[in-house]
C-alpha cells in the first residue's frame, strides 16, 4: 500500500503530518510526504504518479473546504477518483460532514487517536493492492 | 515503583535532599535575582517593581475587525498587543493573489498596505503601547509599515516599544512561513536588527522563539538548546557586519512554552538564563548587563490543551501561567481553551486574560522573585536541564551548527522524530492527559462542541481585496514603482534594505509587491524534505 501524506496551501504546521507519516511507515505502509505548500495540482499530479491507494491532507488553517474539494476535482478530472481522500487537522465538526458529501472517505479531527488514524487509511486501501 | 522521566529524558527520583546539589556552588551558578548570571531572574525585585506584560496574541479577519479586538482586551486591562496575521501576509501575498483564495483573513488580519496598519492602529496610541508582531519572513516591510504609522501619528522614534518576530531560522525548523532562501532570508533578519538599532532604540527587533520548535515536537531541553544556538546565529550575524555586541544584544528577546511539568519548565528557564548570560559574557564579550539578559515571553503551547472536554484546558491554561511566574516571565500569553477549535471567541480571550490577572494578582506567585530557589528538587533539575541543553548544542553542532541543520533538513527531522516519539508516549499512557488517555469519561462526545465557533465571514476577503483595489487606483503609481525598483536593485547588492522598503511602505507599494520585487532577486527557499 502506498499513501502520500500532502500540504496544501499556505498552512505551516507540519507535525501531525510527519507524525502520521511515521506511524504509517511503522505499520509497513509506504509513505511519500509532499512537504509544505503544495498546490492541489501538485499534489494529484504526484499522486498520480506514484501511484497512491491514498492521499492524506493536512489542514490547519482553516481552509480545508477549498483545498479538499480541489484534490477531489482534480483526482476525478485526471480519471483518478479511485484514489481515496482522507483529511486531517483542526477542523470543526460542523465541517467534518460537508468534507465527506464532498467525497473525502474520512475525517480525522484534532485529537483522533493514531492508531484509529493508521486503520482508516488501511480501510482505503484499493482493491488489488498488495495488502 | 513506576520510573517517572522528564519530558527532556532524564529520570526523576522519588525525593530530593543536599547530596543532590553536590557540584552546585551558590555564587557562581545560582547568584542573587538581578545577578549574573540571572539563575534567578533579570530584576533584583522582579514582580514587585513590575508585573509581566500580557499579552495575547490576536488577529482575524480585516484590520478593522483585528482594531475593534484589540480595545475590548485593552479595555479589560491588557497592557499591549500580539498581531496575528493572516498567512497571505506572512508569505507576502496580496489579497487577491490566487495563492491566497481561501486563506485571507483566516488565521490573522489581512495586511497588503500601510493602509491596512493604519486602520489596525487606529486610536490606539504607539508611543504608549508596545506592540508584538508575529511576523517572520516579512518581517521587514510589515515592521517598516509599524514604524511609518507610528511617524505618522507623531510618536517619537524612541518611544516606540515593537517586538516584530523575525526570527526565520525557527520558521525553516518549525512553523513554516519562509519565502526565500536561508542566506537572503537572514540578511533580511539583520537588515532589520541594525535599522532598528539604529533608529528605533525601544525596539526589540528579534524574539527568538523556542515556542514553535517545541510546539512541532522537540524536547524541553530541546528547545532551550535550539533557541540559544540560534540567538547565537543572529549574534554572528550582527558582528560579521562590524556591528558592536553591545550595540544590540540588549534588545534581543526570547519567546518560549511553559506547559508540562511546572518544575522541569521552571528549571529549563533557571538553566537557559545562566547559559545565555554566559554566552554573551564569555563568548561574545558583551560588557553591558542588559546583553546578558535573557529576557522572554512565557506561556502558549497550544499543544497542551485537550479537544476533548475543553473547559479543561482553563485549569491547564492556570497550571501554564503558575510555571510562567514561577518561571520569571517578563511576558505572558495563554492559549485559549477553544484553541483546538477555533479562532478565540472573546469570552475564551478574556478568560485567558483573567487566568494571568488572578495568577498575579491573587495566588502570591508574583510576591517574591524566584520562589522555588534552593529547593532540592528545582536546583538539581536547573543542573540536569544545563547538562542536557549542552548536551543538545553539541549535537547541533555536530550537525554543523544551526544555519548548516537547517539548510539540510537535519534538525527538521529529529524535531519529527520527538514529536512521534512523544505520540508514542501518549498512545501508550506513559504521558497522561486527563480525559484523553486516563479519566477518559463517558460524556458524549457533542457536549465537547459546546464551545462557539469562529464564523469565518466570506465578506471581509471581498472588503479587504477591494480596499486593496482601491489604494492601488489612489497611489501615486509612478512613486511606488520607483521605489520597488530601487528595492530589486539594492536586493542584488549589500546595503541594507530597510530603507527601500521603508520608501516603498510609504509609497503604498504593496506586500506583495515588495516580496515579489525581493523574489526576482532572491529566489525562493526548497525546502530538504525529509522524514
Known amino acids: 500500500m502506498r499513501v502520500l501524506i500532502a500540504k496544501p496551501g499556505l498552512d505551516g504546521h507540519d507535525r501531525g503530518a510527519k507524525v502520521v507519516a511515521h506511524a504509517l511507515r511503522d505499520a509497513g505502509i509506504e509513505?511519500?510526504?509532499?512537504?509544505?505548500?503544495?498546490?492541489?495540482?501538485?499534489?494529484?499530479?504526484?499522486?498520480?504518479?506514484?501511484?497512491?491507494?491514498v492521499v492524506g491532507l493536512s489542514i490547519l488553517s482553516g481552509a480545508h473546504m477549498l483545498l479538499a474539494r480541489r484534490v477531489l476535482d482534480g483526482l476525478r478530472a485526471q480519471d483518478a477518483a479511485d484514489i481515496a481522500v482522507v483529511v486531517g487537522g483542526t477542523i470543526p465538526p460542523r465541517d467534518v460532514e460537508s468534507l465527506k458529501r464532498l467525497g473525502v472517505q474520512d475525517v480525522f479531527p484534532m485529537g483522533t487517536?493514531?492508531?484509529?488514524?493508521?486503520?482508516a487509511f488501511r480501510r482505503a486501501e484499493r482493491p488489488g493492492g498488495e495488502g | 515503583m513506576k520510573e517517572l522521566r522528564a519530558h527532556a529524558g532524564f529520570p526523576i527520583a522519588p525525593a530530593y535532599g543536599p547530596e543532590d546539589l553536590a557540584g552546585v556552588d551558590f555564587e557562581r551558578d545560582i547568584g542573587r535575582p538581578g545577578e549574573y548570571p540571572f539563575t534567578r531572574g533579570i530584576h533584583k525585585h522582579m514582580y514587585r517593581e513590575r508585573l509581566w506584560t500580557m499579552r495575547q496574541y490576536i488577529g482575524f479577519g480585516t484590520p478593522e475587525e483585528t482594531n475593534a479586538r484589540f480595545k475590548?482586551?485593552?479595555?479589560?486591562g491588557q497592557d499591549a498587543l500580539n498581531v496575528a496575521f493572516d498567512l497571505p501576509t506572512q508569505l507576502g501575498l496580496d489579497s487577491d493573489d490566487a495563492k491566497a483564495e481561501g486563506e485571507v483573513g483566516r488565521v490573522g488580519m489581512a495586511v497588503d498596505t500601510l493602509a491596512d496598519m493604519e486602520a489596525a492602529f487606529d486610536g490606539i496610541p504607539l508611543d504608549r503601547v508596545s506592540v508584538s508582531l508575529t511576523i517572520n519572513g516579512m518581517a521587514a516591510p510589515i515592521t517598516a509599515m509599524y514604524y511609518a504609522v507610528a511617524e505618522k501619528q507623531g510618536a517619537a522614534p524612541e518611544r516606540v516599544v515593537t517586538t516584530p518576530q523575525n526570527d526565520i531560522l525557527k520558521e525553516f525548523i518549525a512553523r513554516g512561513t519562509w519565502i526565500y532562501p536561508v542566506d537572503p532570508s537572514l540578511r533580511l533578519v539583520a537588515d532589520l536588527i541594525e535599522f532598528s538599532a539604529r533608529h528605533y532604540p525601544r525596539s526589540n527587533p528579534v524574539s527568538v522563539c523556542g515556542y514553535h520548535i517545541r510546539e512541532a515536537g522537540c524536547t524541553t531541553a530541546q528547545e532551550m538548546a535550539y533557541g540559544l544556538a540560534i540567538a547565537a546565529a543572529y549574534v554572528e550575524l550582527m558582528?560579521?557586519?562590524?556591528?558592536?555586541?553591545?550595540?544590540?544584544?540588549?534588545?534581543?528577546?526570547?519567546?518560549?512554552?511553559?506547559?508540562g511539568k511546572i518544575f522541569e519548565e521552571v528549571a529549563k528557564f533557571r538553566a537557559g538564563r545562566r547559559l545565555y548570560a554566559r554566552m554573551l559574557r564569555e563568548r561574545f564579550q558583551a560588557s553591558n548587563p542588559r546583553s546578558w539578559m535573557f529576557r522572554s515571553l512565557i506561556g502558549g503551547g497550544?499543544?497542551?490543551?485537550?479537544v476533548q472536554?475543553?473547559?479543561?484546558?482553563?485549569?491547564?491554561?492556570?497550571?501554564?501561567?503558575?510555571?510562567?511566574a514561577l518561571a520569571g516571565a517578563q511576558t505572558m500569553a495563554l492559549p485559549t481553551y477553544d484553541e483546538a477549535y477555533t479562532i478565540p471567541s472573546p469570552k475564551a480571550q478574556l478568560i485567558a486574560l483573567r487566568t494571568m490577572q488572578i495568577c498575579a494578582e491573587e495566588s502570591g506567585a508574583a510576591d517574591t522573585a524566584d520562589p522555588l530557589a534552593g529547593s532540592y528538587y528545582v536546583e538539581a533539575l536547573t543542573t540536569a536541564m544545563e547538562k542536557q541543553i549542552l548536551d543538545e548544542l553539541a549535537r547541533v553542532e555536530r550537525m554543523g551548527g544551526i544555519v548548516e541543520a537547517v539548510k539540510s533538513g537535519a534538525v527538521q527531522a529529529e524535531v519529527a522524530r520527538q514529536a512521534y516519539l512523544f505520540e508514542q508516549r501518549i498512545v501508550s499512557g506513559e504521558i497522561p492527559k486527563v480525559a484523553v488517555n486516563c479519566h477518559v469519561g463517558d460524556r458524549p462526545a457533542e457536549a465537547d462542541r459546546d464551545v462557539e465557533l469562529y464564523s469565518f465571514d466570506?465578506?471581509?476577503t471581498e472588503a479587504q481585496v477591494a480596499k486593496l483595489a482601491r489604494i492601488r487606483a489612489e497611489r501615486d503609481d509612478g512613486v511606488a514603482r520607483a521605489a520597488l525598483d530601487r528595492l530589486a536593485d539594492e536586493a542584488r547588492g549589500s546595503a541594507n534594505l530597510m530603507y527601500p522598503i521603508m520608501e516603498a511602505v510609504k509609497a503604498y507599494a504593496t506586500l506583495g509587491e515588495m516580496a515579489h520585487a525581493m523574489k526576482r532577486v532572491f529566489g525562493e527557499h526548497q525546502e530538504a524534505v525529509r522524514l
Open chain 1, 113 to 119: 487517536p493514531l492508531p484509529e488514524i493508521v486503520k
Open chain 2, 309 to 324: 472536554e475543553p473547559e479543561n484546558n482553563i485549569v491547564r491554561g492556570a497550571y501554564i501561567a503558575l510555571a510562567g
Open chain 1, 31 to 53: 509513505v511519500i510526504y509532499s512537504g509544505l505548500k503544495r498546490t492541489p495540482e501538485e499534489i494529484v499530479q504526484e499522486a498520480i504518479q506514484e501511484d497512491v491507494d
Open chain 2, 239 to 259: 558582528l560579521a557586519r562590524g556591528m558592536a555586541v553591545d550595540d544590540f544584544a540588549p534588545r534581543i528577546s526570547f519567546n518560549f512554552t511553559a506547559w
Open chain 2, 72 to 76: 475590548y482586551l485593552m479595555a479589560h
Open chain 2, 302 to 306: 497550544g499543544s497542551a490543551f485537550a
Open chain 2, 458 to 460: 466570506p465578506s471581509a
